[in-house]
């Protein structure tokens, strides 16, 4: 069984995601900000907060993590280690946003193309997602049709390639590659905004359609 909560965390409504088995085996997917409220859901569920995943270090995804991390006592999985610098730079980045203060810290362990987690019975395959930050990740729970994808592919759009080390043509050709790839009722889970399937996205973006019409 699959459960999943989606709280929206920071002033950029990010999509921190907690998921967890029957057996109430919990991860939390981009704490993003907010850490009392994410604690106050977890213990209300009664979960058993076994890992915390990352899928890239812009400060919308990471800003609680450190926090959590030393609440619940765990280890903190991802981003790829592309993304290090991000993390090393949070305290100055948070000010270049206006916000307070946090911590720079860095994940136990980066994650690559291939890896694989387990939480509880559910199990999430790695994909490695450059474009929007060099060392996006995704997790592919593949039993129940589900990624988690952060800010590379959205309902309608797709992240921005504007921030550091950000790539236009790698981000449409990840999109292609990785995601495109998937069944058309797979399950995207963006850091923002509504969730979409790969079908739709493959109808609908505007970013993404093919842009030559057939002859008909
Ligand atoms: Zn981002
Ligand atoms: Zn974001």
Known sequence: MFNLQIIPVSAFQQNCSVVWDNQKRATIIDAGDNAEQIIQF?????????????????????MAVDRLRHYFGVEVYGSHQADQPLFEQLPQICTQYG????????PDHWLNEGDEIQVG?????????PGHSPGHIGFFEMQNKIAFTGDVLFKNSIGRTDLYQGNFEQLIDTIRSKLFVLDDDFIIMPGHGAHTTIGQEKRANPFLKISHYDET
């Not at 977890?42 to 990471?62: A, C, N, R, Y």
């Not at 019975?121 to 997602?129: D, K, M, T, W």
């Open 42 to 62: 977890v213990e209300s569920q009664q979960l058993h907060v076994d890992k915390l995943l990352i899928t890239h270090g812009h400060l919308d995804h990471i």
């Open 99 to 106: 916000l307070p203060t946090v911590g720079s810290f860095v």
């Open 121 to 129: 019975n559910l199990v999430f395959q790695i994909r490695h997602l």
